[in-house]
């Protein structure tokens, strides 16, 4: 902890003092203020939970403000605010006597991860912003000690799992590295419903037929046990209907067949698996010859007679259901309409791509609109016409 004292010169650092009566701990928040009497105070929050009040440059008293970590510290008209990593929220008076406690866990919707992470009070001292480590924004009046949900988020890494509602196209579903399931209202512009997974979230699927979604499990280092499992939510009552683990690595892609007969998913083991979507059985597993290339993206054709795929490679491959072998010569299905054109190594979105230009991540098509949106790996997302031809059209 060190303090900038005002010199002629200009400022000089004074290490702050613990003394022989404070254990030196790591100190994760501060804050300034003043005590009853008008003198300056500096607060600072520890890792144990307390709380240490500054005079000068000298720790004057310790106060056991939390029973965790002490992640966030601010300053209130009548005292100060202490958020804790154990879910707490605290109010002080300018003694740092306790005047109100905020149990986080009872808020409605409740937190997905209890851990107080940031606090802001407002210019009139009279509302409290509470920052989670889940993502959520909770105000907190302080007059009547009633909370709301301001705004959520994804809180963790990597956001891959996307798709919307085929029969309600007001509501989309969103999950990643945080591992959890977020439905959302477009119009309303908030998170209607939530489902905490515990394992890292990479696909999607909305069933076009049933009221329930399949999401492929996996892509998080650190959450790898389950990498390579698919799960079946009804969207409903977001209760777990199926669970089942057939790949060996993560999934990237997952889609419904466009009547919602089958489901097939690409992993990075280099595999696509295609299931059927009543009894969830395993049907086909296609390999390729090039073995563990991951596989990335898949297209179902209109008459779910083949199913396509993309590789990290760039590699296209078509795949015949009813056949079961791989189609060799790209002639042979040049007639074939496809249902969605996620993958994008496809003749008609040649356009999309540039020499020397940013890698594509993803696309996706809008048949009565005739547009392609792709997005790029250096952020940037271009609309083009559809089919996409010539990388030199304006988009």
Known sequence: MFFMRKTTKGAERVKGIFGKRFLIEPLLCVTEGHDRAGGKLVLTGTVTGNVYCWADNRVSKSVAAHDAPCNAIAKVWFGFVTGGKEGLVKVWNQDMKLLHSYNLKTFSPSPVLNSCHALRINRKGTKCLVGMRG????????????????????????????????????????????????????????????????????????????????????????????????????TVNLEIEFEDRKAKKYIQDIKYSPSGALFAYASADGRVYIHNSTTFQLMKMVEVPTKQIPMSTIDFSACEGYVRFGSSEEELYVYSIQESELIASPAATRDVVWATFNVPYTWETQGIWSQGGPKVSCTAVNFETGLVATAYDDGSAKIHNFPCLDPSVST
């Open 135 to 234: 993502g959520e924004i909770y105000e907190i009046s302080l007059s009547t000690h009633s909370s709301i949900l301001l705004s959520e988020s994804h809180s963790r890494r990597q956001l891959h799992g996307l798709d919307v509602n085929p029969s309600n196209p007001d509501e989309f579903v969103t999950g990643g590295d945080d591992g959890v399931l977020r439905f959302w209202s477009i119009m309303a512009k908030r998170c209607v419903r939530r489902l905490a997974l515990e394992c890292a979230i990479r696909s999607i699927a909305w069933s076009p037929i049933k009221p329930q979604i399949i999401i492929g499990v996996g892509g998080d280092p650190s959450q790898a046990v389950k990498d390579g499992a698919i799960i079946v939510v009804n």
